[in-house]
């Protein structure tokens, strides 16, 4: 009796299904290959289908010559790995891990535009300011140079 008989037989069912482990771990690593998904994306779809898996075991059966080990559980370790890789749709990854951090700059940069415009609406306004006050300047003194050649002249 091999391993998985003894395994299924524990569980209480009455037969153990036919797979081809094997032909399935070849699929797996196709699979996982052609869809390009890590291992850390992969551990976190099987969290969130509800059969965690070890790293070390995901190792395991993706590693060069696994499909001649018939150590693999197929309830445990296979067919979590199956329902996941070989699924027609495979889910995006929930988020960014770097979205929160993306969307605090977006709002730091945004601020500093706004206050950029703020800044340069102020410098636009000052410079109309510093250009009448040169104006005036100028009026004062040529009113100056009037008045003393009347007095002088």
């Given at each position: 009796?091999?391993?998985?008989?003894?395994?299924?037989?524990?569980?209480?069912?009455?037969?153990?299904?036919?797979?081809?482990?094997?032909?399935?771990?070849?699929?797996?690593?196709s699979?996982k290959?052609?869809?390009?998904i890590?291992?850390?994306?992969?551990?976190?779809?099987?969290?969130?289908?509800?059969?965690?898996?070890?790293?070390?075991?995901?190792?395991?059966?993706?590693?060069?010559?696994?499909?001649?080990?018939?150590?693999?559980?197929?309830?445990t370790?296979?067919?979590?790995?199956?329902?996941?890789?070989?699924?027609?749709?495979?889910?995006?990854?929930?988020?960014?891990?770097?979205a929160?951090?993306?969307?605090?700059?977006?709002?730091?940069i945004?601020?500093?535009?706004?206050?950029?415009?703020?800044l340069?609406?102020?410098?636009e306004?000052?410079?109309?300011?510093?250009?009448?006050?040169v104006?005036?300047?100028?009026?004062?003194?040529?009113?100056?140079?009037?008045?003393?050649?009347?007095?002088?002249?």
């Amino acid at each position: 009796m091999d391993r998985n008989q003894h395994i299924f037989e524990q569980t209480g069912e009455s037969e153990m299904p036919q797979k081809d482990i094997p032909k399935i771990i070849q699929e797996l690593k196709s699979a996982k290959k052609e869809k390009e998904i890590t291992y850390p994306r992969l551990l976190d779809m099987l969290e969130a289908n509800g059969t965690p898996l070890g790293l070390t075991t995901l190792r395991r059966v993706f590693a060069e010559g696994s499909e001649v080990n018939d150590s693999f559980n197929y309830q445990t370790t296979i067919a979590p790995l199956e329902a996941i890789l070989l699924a027609d749709d495979i889910p995006e990854p929930e988020s960014n891990p770097y979205a929160k951090e993306l969307e605090n700059f977006k709002a730091v940069i945004h601020t500093q535009n706004e206050e950029l415009v703020r800044l340069y609406k102020m410098v636009e306004h000052l410079e109309e300011r510093v250009s009448f006050l040169v104006e005036q300047i100028n009026k004062k003194d040529e009113l100056i140079q009037r008045l003393m050649d009347k007095l002088l002249g």
